[in-house]
Structures are given as structure tokens and as C-alpha cells.
């Protein structure tokens, strides 16, 4: 492994992956916080914060940032999600201590200037605006909603007009405090890098950070459901889903592989017999999402109105049969798509520094490649179908929007499913 | 240079780029045949024939295809553009005689079963459903459409519903004997990969492309000009563009680094001007896309109704700026995410064996790291601006979707940038 881990007094944990003649660097700081850390009005808070950490420091305008990272070629960018938020850069391998002292600055010394709050509200409407025109986002949008029901978990990471537009700096400054402690965060490099660089380079930028984290999360309540918006759509997006398995379950592996011969490949069940044998739908997969505390399973599809109607047994049919007639073939592909996905995201320094980031919030150690893979093929297709049928026996929750007359209801589903 | 080339007595080309230490492989078949290649009665029959690829050989079901590469853990997709298609895959270093088998096979020996056309045809009206529900990407179609009126490079690469239902067996043998030949066509593979095995799967797996295309391609001809379509959005989706610069044109990389300094990254100008300094957009862009003998360049910027009146002088402004008063630091900054750009595609083996092979079909042979960096570094700022200057002096072509009342006419365009 060239994988090693150092942590800082403070309970900063910085983690590096040397990969040899790369020129080139992926780090960044990930944070355990994100929308779901959110209070009942702080709703869509962790992503404007990500937004204005970006608006300017002590010492560097919002432009400066700017130009002095793409001055030496970088870029860098940010994600929020329900469960973290990321701040990563890529650089040449030269240029690292840049990209530290940039992110460091940026989490640990932004002004949050009310007039740059004001314009970045508006940034942030504008993309609430860009998700309203997508159907494919927003479906997913309404599908967690149903899900979990009035709960962070289930709200938009973006927030609401309404709840954006009402944030004053003092609640960004009270989010960050309580959230972006040292022991909640990770910052990981992988690429051209020397670990005892980061390492130096890092305890020099982020002494800043809190010793504590005073952070909560409320526990999910997966509870189904069923909201659908009419809309004049070339096409009807629809999402099914059920209760998935959170990552720190067991069962974790068993729920990517049955979701990945159900609906993830081309020689899975669904898209064999959704697209290849009807031609129903262009677009149509399964996911499967793991929380701390829970999960989502699901099927999106898209397909015109007038095929609803037979989209909807089809679908769930597929899923009924993934575990009742889920093969060792079936089985095989998947293990062997999820072993080769591993392979070549280890090959990439973006994807690697992500990984292990995570690995380390989530699990305080990095999984090597060789325990992933022990894991994947000491799975037995018992394993396999007990996962699935773990997860469709659940409340069914479905979204849809454009004809949604036909989709079929939560209860609909939960019979055909139940045979 | 780890690059080594093969030419094979038909024609076809080998190119492969040994990346040391990688377990995986990526590589594919790149055809100089896209939609601006299809006559007047062949629209959409690339993009179809892409499809039809897949749905079975004389040796093969289509789900064989699919399940045979992805037992292996594999993945095998494919795209279809103006000039080229490609098909490619990624497998594990020791399965590259696998994907060369497949790929042999679906572009050798394909049945294009009529049962099998019907259903593709389908799928296929549902791709185009779900692009005419996603205004970001149907502006796009609506840009080209302007830009080369009554031409195939301003057609939609889709097709139309009616012409994509017209195609029969006859139509796809027609065109593929016509365009998929072996001069025409480049086998690329990066990564996990050794020359000499390549060479050998391919010659004894390829032998059946024809000895020579009779394709041909109609010479663009830019025109220019306004496609809007009103509809009830979030936001107003915005193209404008002008003629750009052909990727033959030595001026290829001053429109690049002057496309970048415009709006590429987030230091450009209009990423400055329209996101930070008035919180107008949160999606601005400009693009530069090289065909053989002309290119487009352009912004895309989406808003709010309210801000389209505001929008519009503001970019257009932008534009005119960027030509006038780009400097030394606009030009550095471009020119350094470019070079890193470069040596972040140079450690991603598809990225790589995409790159190769696109540079084998157009120019016959691959340009170096070194020489792409030296003519990067030979622009001056005079360079940069002039590129700019000869483009946007062309006819403006503007699309937009949504409240699309106040978006500027080409000539009140065009007036604003003469000043």
C-alpha cells in the first residue's frame, strides 16, 4: 500500500496516496456535514456555505482565489452532500502547498461579506431554477421527499427560495462553527504527493480548525410515500424506491450487488427487459444509496405517456424476479463489474483521493483493495437475494413528473411486488 | 514516448499507449463517419447504426454482447458525433482480446434484424423525448440548427421522430458499407496494453472492413442566424455564438486560450462579470468546437426572465472586453489550465486512448506533449485577441428556450459588439 495516514493533535486526519509519475495532484478537505446536519431552519445552509466559502478571505478577494489557483493551471471546486460536503482542487504535483494554503484559507478565514452574500443568493436561486427545468434532477428531488418526510434527510441540498434568501451571515458563522471542527474532517491527497509535505503543509494552514465538532444529525425515519407533479413532458420520469441498507451495514456489498444485476449494467434485468426486449425507455437504472443510519434503493426510468401503463408491472416485475430468480451469472457479472469499477477508480487521482476521504470519515481506516474484493466474492447469491428482497419488502415510495395520471401508487406497487 | 503506431495493409490504424503499473485497459474503434457524413435522407442514421451495433451478430444475441463483456467485468458503450462515432470499451489489461472480439464483431458482422431495428427505433424516439425535456441540452440543437440552416452539421445528431421511423436494413448496410472502412477507421487502446498483442487481435479479428470509404461530407457553409422557442421555464436558456475556427486552422489554439480566458474557467471574464460581480447566472460558459473546415464558438448562460434584458448587453460586453482589453494575466491563466488540462488526460487511460485517436484521424499522426505545449506556449496576446476578433466579427447565431421575448435579435447583437 502507498497509502498513509497522519493525525494531527487537533483530530485533523490527513490521509495521502502516492501514485508514482503522476505530475499531477487531486486533494481536498472533506467535512462531515451536509444537508441532513441541518436544523429545521437552516435548511439548504451547508450548501450556501460551500457556495460563499468561495466569496472572498482575509487576505484574497473571490477573485483572487480565483486567479491564483487557475494562475498555476488548477481548478477547484466544491460538492455538498446529504452526509458531507468537499472542497477539492487538482494542481501539478509542484503546486500542492497553493492548493493547502488556498483551502485552508477558505474554510478557516472567509469574510462572508453581506454584499457578496446578497449575490450569491442569487447564484444559488438561479440553480434552484436550473434543477425546476431539469425532470430527471428534480424527480429525485421529490422521490427523497417522499421518502423521508419532513426530515433533513429527505429536503433538497439546494434549500428552498423562500429559506435561502432569509440567511444572514450570523447563521453561516453558526453552522460552521458547530459543523467544521478538526475531528469531523479529512483532508486526503493522492497523485504526484509526498506525505510528509501534506502533512507539514497542512498543520501549518489549518491550526484554525475547532477541536470539537458539536454537530448532530437526526436519526432517518424511512416512511414511502408518493408525490408526483403533473407537467407537459415529451416523456414521464419516474422513480420507484424502497428502504435501502445503510454503508455500515453488513449487508452493504449483498445490496450493490443485487442492485447491480437487477438494474445497473447493460446485461442487467431491467435493461434487458425494459429497453433490449420492449424498447420502453432510453434511460433506465438502478441505484442504491447508503446512509450512516439508513438507505435508498431504487429505479429511474423515462419513458413516453403512453407507455407508462406497461412500464410500471414490467419494472416491478424485473425486481420481483431479481430475487426470486437471480442467477450465479447474474451474480458473477455483477461481482466482476464492481471488482473492475474498484480497479480502475484506484487508477485515477481523483477518484482515489475521494475514496479514501470517505473510507476515513466513514470507517476511521481505509478498506484496501484486497479486503473490498474478499468481501464482493464471499458473497453468495443467497446473500445476494436476501439483500433484495430485504429492501422491496419495505413501504414503496414513487416520484414521478410530466403524465403522472398512470403512474401507479405505493400500494399498487407493494401488491404486484407482493404477488 | 510509449506511443506505436501500425498501419495495416487495408488502412486501419493502430495506436497504443502503454501506461505502466495499469491492471485495466481502455480502447476502441473511432470511425471518421458522424451525422454531417448522412444525405439528405439520412438523418439520425449514424446515431442509429451506433445502436443497431449492438443488438446483435452473426455469432452473438445482444445480450450475449452484454453479458459476455461484462462477465468479464467490463463495460462497452459507444457515441455518436458530428464527424466520428467511436465504440470502446474498458476491461481488465488481460481481457483486451475479448473487447477486440466484440468490437470486431458488432462492427463486422452484425445482423441489424429487422424485429431488433423496430424496438431500437423506439428506444430511440425516447432519447430524442428526453432531450427535447432537457432545455440545456435542446438549446444546443436549436444553436446548430441556426448556425447551418438546411445543412447536416447544423442537424440534430439524433434525428427527427419521422426520419428515425423511415430507416430500414437496407438504409444502415447502405451507409456503413459507404463509410465504415478501414482508412477511415483508427483501433486505439491505453493503459494496461502491449503493442504487439493488440496488432495481432486486430489484424486477425478486423480483416473484413472495407479497403476503401466513399464517403464524403458536405463543406459547411456558416450562415448564422436566430432559432427561440417559448415555453414556461425557470430560467431562459441562452446560446449565442459565431462562426469559429476549424481544428486544421493554425489559429486553433489562440481560439482555444481565447475561449478560455472568455469564459472558461472561473476567473474568465464572464464567469467574473455575470456570476460574481451581478449574481445573474449560475451556469455561464463559452465553448469552441473545431470540425474539419469551419468551428463554432459561443456562450451559454442560463437566468432568470428578469434578468434576460440585463444578461444580454452584460456578455455581449463581456465579449467585446475580452477582444479589447485581454491581458498578460487573462492569457497566462488560460494557457496554464490548458497545460494541465493536457497532463490530466495524460494520466486517464480513456481520456488517452480518446485523445490518440482523434488526433490519428484528423492529422494523421499524434502531436507530443512537448509540441502542444510549445505552440500553447508560442501564442502572444496579440494572438489570443485576434482569434477573438475574427470570431466574433462573424454573423451572431442566437437560440434560446423559456420566456424568450427579450432575448437579443443577431443584429442588435451584432450592433452592440461593432459598438
Redesign the interface.
Known amino acids: 500500500m502507498t497509502i498513509e495516514i497522519t493525525k494531527l493533535p487537533s483530530g485533523l486526519r490527513i490521509i495521502t496516496d502516492q501514485m ?5 495532484a487531486s486533494l481536498g478537505v472533506w467535512v462531515a456535514a451536509g444537508s441532513r446536519h441541518e436544523a429545521s431552519d437552516e435548511h439548504g445552509l451547508s450548501h450556501l456555505l460551500e457556495h460563499m466559502a ?1 466569496k472572498g478571505t482575509q487576505r484574497r478577494s ?2 483572487q ?3 491564483e ?8 471546486n466544491a460538492a455538498t452532500s446529504v452526509e458531507q460536503t468537499a472542497y477539492y482542487a ?3 504535483s509542484s503546486d500542492t502547498g497553493l492548493a493547502i494554503d488556498i483551502l485552508a484559507d477558505i474554510l478557516t478565514d472567509s469574510l462572508f461579506d453581506p454584499a457578496e452574500l ?13 434543477v ?5 434532477d428534480l424527480v429525485f428531488d421529490l422521490f427523497n421527499s417522499a421518502a423521508f418526510p419532513d426530515q433533513p434527510l429527505g429536503r433538497p441540498i439546494l434549500g428552498t427560495p423562500e429559506r435561502v434568501s432569509a440567511f444572514d451571515r450570523d447563521a453561516i458563522g453558526a453552522y460552521m462553527a458547530r459543523h467544521y471542527a478538526a475531528p469531523a474532517t479529512v483532508i486526503s491527497a493522492a ?1 504526484g504527493v509526498e506525505h510528509a509535505r501534506i502533512v507539514d503543509e497542512v498543520s501549518e494552514r489549518f491550526s484554525r480548525l475547532a477541536p470539537a465538532a458539536e454537530g448532530q444529525m437526526v436519526k432517518a425515519a424511512y416512511v414511502g410515500g408518493d408525490l408526483r407533479l403533473q407537467r407537459k ?3 414521464t ?1 419516474i422513480v420507484i424506491g424502497f428502504e435501502g441498507i445503510s454503508f455500515r451495514d453488513p449487508a452493504n456489498y449483498a445490496a450493490h450487488i443485487f442492485c447491480n444485476a437487477a438494474g445497473g ?3 442487467s434485468r431491467l ?2 427487459e425494459v ?9 433506465i437504472y438502478s441505484f442504491n444509496w447508503g446512509y450512516e443510519d439508513t438507505g435508498l434503493f431504487g429505479v429511474y426510468a ?3 405517456p403512453k407507455d407508462v401503463a406497461e412500464l410500471m408491472p414490467v419494472t416491478l416485475d424485473c425486481l420481483a424476479q431479481s430475487v426470486a430468480t437471480l442467477d450465479a ?1 447474474d451474480v ?2 455483477a461481482k ?6 474498484l ?2 477508480a ?4 481523483s477518484a482515489r483521493a475521494e475514496q479514501i476521504a470517505r473510507q476515513l470519515l466513514a470507517f476511521d481506516r481505509v478498506l484496501d483493495k484486497q479486503e473490498i474484493i474478499e468481501r464482493i466474492d464471499g458473497l453468495s447469491l443467497e446473500d445476494v437475494r436476501r439483500a433484495g428482497a430485504s429492501m422491496i419488502s419495505s413501504a414503496p415510495t414513487v416520484a414521478a413528473i ?1 403524465s403522472v395520471g398512470k403512474v401507479w401508487t405505493p400500494d399498487r406497487i407493494a401488491q404486484r411486488l407482493r404477488g
Not at 489557483?69 to 477547484?76: L, T, V, Y
Not at 484506484?346 to 487521482?349: D, M, P
Open positions: 508514482r509519475d503522476l505530475e499531477t468561495f473571490a477573485r482565489i480565483a486567479e489557483i487557475e494562475a498555476a493551471g488548477g481548478d477547484i487538482r494542481v501539478l446578497e449575490r450569491e443568493k442569487s447564484v444559488i436561486l438561479q440553480e434552484i431554477g436550473a425546476e427545468d431539469t425532470p430527471d497523485g413532458l415529451e416523456q420520469h449494467g447493460m446485461s435493461f434487458q429497453r433490449e426486449q420492449r424498447g420502453l425507455a432510453y434511460s423515462a419513458c413516453a451469472g458473477h457479472r466482476a463489474q464492481m471488482k473492475v469499477s480497479l480502475t484506484l487508477e485515477s487521482s410530466g
